[in-house]
């Protein structure tokens, strides 16, 4: 047993503090929105859901009257606000570009820029362009090699009129709330990591801590925490020490063990007049022992030492892409002497470039019809006759295209 707790832990729970720290960093601008991000609204009617700011961007789900949004910020298209994925929603990714782990009740993205799209097939819609290592819930669908899953990190858009934003009081009761749910993530990643080091030091000690009062404590977290990707954190988390748990319970059940509680220290005695020593007697050969194979460890796919330090640590900011422009990508059916088949507009409509792609390239920029997009690539001078607007607007050989969250 003082092998296997550490061994059970190590396996069941590390690798899941870093990603719940990383979960907290903000990925919109909540500035531009009198609404603070993490503010949950609801719906006024049963009105869609959308991939991108705009009434012609396809439907994620339609969503009924009273079912509720995670704001994220303000769209650069006005009057359109920037939410979480819903949670009823699905997206699909390639068996490929993912990996099982927690027995595959999740998967883990393992190549950079992997697309989540909104069918199973190559020619879907993307969803979400995900990073190495970025988990996703597993919705328990297949289609060929396609898994349908939840993206925490995905975002949707809808328009401010169907929903029921709060008043100021509700914002500040929501942010009140907000800050005690965040107050208790910060304890509970904290004894999380001094449980862990506690583990690795001692696990007889280890066995003796609170590890049902920690489990209770993400519960409420994975409750009540207005991010929903730090309440996937927060149930991962829970998750893996439930596992612990239930293994340490059966391995006690197994062999009639209880779990060792500490022992008061023994008064010392007085020194005695040491006897004359005896010969020593010849050690008892070890008789070798059985396996014990009533407890399987479970498997984790990448295994990190984690220490109480790395539980103040921010995560480390990501570095922008260098785009030469951003908008929303859409059709070129009103400008047909610029040649391109594509261009970008601002959220006020304005053409802002016009579109095409770079010779040999495979990427496919129908797939990002609506969606609020960055592009790089050489940009051209056009001469205002081929469009006929009032402004110079470039004509940009796209090389590379990535979604912003905006």
């Known amino acids: 047993m003082r092998l296997l707790l550490p061994l059970l832990v190590f396996a069941a729970c590390s690798g899941h503090l870093a990603t719940a720290v990383a979960a907290t960093s903000a990925d919109a601008d909540p500035h531009q929105l009198e609404l603070p991000a993490g503010i949950t609204a609801t719906m006024k009617s049963r009105a869609n859901v959308r991939f991108g700011p705009s009434l012609n961007a396809r439907v994620v789900r339609a969503m009924d009257a009273g079912e ?6 303000a769209a650069q298209v006005p009057d359109w606000l920037v939410i979480r994925f819903p949670l009823q929603g699905t997206a699909w990714v390639h068996g490929k570009v993912i990996q099982a782990i927690d027995g595959g009740k999740r998967w883990k993205v393992t190549t950079e820029g992997a697309k989540a799209r909104d ?15 970025e988990i996703l819930e597993d919705r328990n669908r297949t289609v060929g090699d396609w898994h349908a899953v939840y993206v925490p990190s995905a975002v949707a858009y809808v328009h401010r009129s169907v929903l029921n934003l709060p008043d100021g009081q509700a914002v ?27 583990v690795q030091h001692d696990a007889n000690a280890a066995a003796t801590l609170d590890w049902s009062g ?7 977290v994975a409750k009540d925490h207005p991010e929903s990707a730090v309440r996937q954190s927060a149930q991962r988390i829970r998750d893996g020490i439930e596992r612990v748990l239930e293994a340490t319970q059966a391995v006690h059940d197994a062999h009639g063990q209880k779990p060792t509680t500490p022992t008061t ?18 050690p008892n050969t070890p008789t070798p022992t059985t396996p014990d194979n009533s407890l399987q460890v479970p498997a984790h796919d990448d295994p990190v030492a984690l ?41 006020n409509s304005n053409v802002v470039a016009f579109l095409s792609m770079k010779p040999g390239s495979t990427l496919n920029l129908s797939e990002y019809y609506w969606r609020w997009v960055g592009v790089s690539g050489e940009s051209k001078d056009l001469d205002t006759a081929l469009h006929g607007l009032d402004r110079k607007i470039p004509l940009i050989i796209v090389d590379d295209v990535g979604l912003l969250k905006k």
Do not use: M
């Not at 005690?180 to 506690?198: E, H, L, N």
């Not at 007085?270 to 020593?280: K, Q």
């Not at 220490?307 to 900011?317: D, G, I, L, M, Y």
């Open 68 to 73: 509720a949004v995670e704001i994220v910020g």
């Open 119 to 133: 069918d199973a097939r190559l020619l879907g819609n993307i969803v979400a362009e995900l990073g190495v290592g």
């Open 172 to 198: 500040q009761q929501q942010k009140a709330k907000a800050k005690i749910a965040q107050q208790s993530w910060g304890d509970a990643q904290t004894t999380y990591a001094r449980y862990f080091a506690a």
């Open 214 to 220: 920690l489990t209770q404590q993400l519960q409420s």
């Open 265 to 282: 220290p023994a008064t010392p005695t007085t020194p005695t007049t040491p006897t004359t020593p005896t010969t020593p007697t010849k």
């Open 307 to 347: 220490t109480p330090t790395e539980v103040a640590k921010p995560a480390a900011p990501t570095a922008p892409h260098a785009f030469i422009a951003e908008g929303c990508v859409s059709e070129n059916s009103d400008y047909p002497k610029v040649g391109a088949p594509n261009l970008l507009i601002d959220g």
